[in-house]
């Protein structure tokens, strides 16, 4: 299994509340990827790393921030959590570069949020 | 704008018998895809892949076949068994602006009768 650690795998919080998500590799991986599975819409990518302190959004990147510091550490803060950010929230990172560019990317365990 | 797409949410196939999952996409540009089982409670782990210089792939049980024309790929899985029931993603990645990201489907949630 890719070393891919999620914490907390649980979290219920109120709205209005900042919360941060964390993910942590051991790969030495240069992507890291941030994800919400709902119902209906399957697996969306909200924001994705592509080296430290280089990040971009992704699909659903409203009301979400990322900051990567480290090459082993990602993280996730919903800056002021609503109910419809209750998800289920995968991390996943890949090792792709220009010299492997097609890689498949390896998901963490995911963390269940609820905003109540 | 859903990018890419898998247009039957469920399916149910006895065991034994031939499965296949079916995905779509609009992009173009996508040049490598993958396949992804899910269980529940658990991450999405890979299954198999395909660049878009090849039209099939094999892995045991597993087949994927990709139409650049139709913008079609499709995953067989023979003889499918009770423990291959799990949801199913398709994903489509291609480099823009020397990054990577994957674009994800809906899943269909395959079913295995035994």
């Known amino acids: 299994d890719a070393g891919i650690t999620q914490s907390p795998r649980h979290k219920v919080t109120e709205t209005g509340t900042p919360v941060t998500l964390r993910c942590h590799q051991t790969?030495?991986?240069?992507?890291m990827y941030w994800y919400r599975q709902d119902p209906g819409h399957g697996l969306r990518l909200i924001h994705y790393?592509?080296?430290?302190?280089?990040?971009d959004k992704g699909e659903v990147s409203d009301g979400y921030s990322v900051s990567r510091s480290k090459t082993e550490d990602f993280l996730l803060t919903l800056e002021s959590a609503t109910s419809s950010q209750t998800s289920v929230y995968f991390c996943?990172?890949?090792?792709?570069?220009?010299?492997?560019?097609?890689?498949?990317?390896?998901f963490g365990q995911g963390t269940r949020l609820t905003v109540v | 704008d859903q990018q890419v797409k898998q247009n039957s949410p469920s399916l149910s196939v006895q065991e034994g018998r031939i499965s296949i999952l079916n995905c779509d996409y609009t992009?173009?540009?996508?040049?490598?895809f993958l396949w992804y089982k899910k269980y529940p409670a658990e991450g999405p782990t890979f299954l198999i892949s395909?660049?878009?210089?090849?039209d099939k792939n094999e892995d045991g049980r597993f087949t994927v076949f990709l139409n650049k024309s139709a913008k079609h790929l499709s995953l067989h899985i023979v003889p499918s068994q009770p423990g291959d029931s799990a949801v199913y993603f398709c994903?489509?990645?291609?480099?823009?602006?020397?990054?990577?990201?994957?674009?994800f489907g809906t899943g269909t949630r395959l079913k295995v009768l035994a």
């Open positions: 996943a990172i890949s090792a792709g570069n220009n010299l492997i560019p097609n890689t498949e990317a390896f």
């Open positions: 790969e030495n991986h240069r992507y």
């Open positions: 790393s592509y080296g430290v302190k280089d990040t």
């Open positions: 992009n173009s540009m996508f040049d490598y």
């Open positions: 395909i660049s878009s210089i090849k």
């Open positions: 994903a489509a990645s291609s480099e823009t602006s020397g990054t990577y990201k994957y674009i």
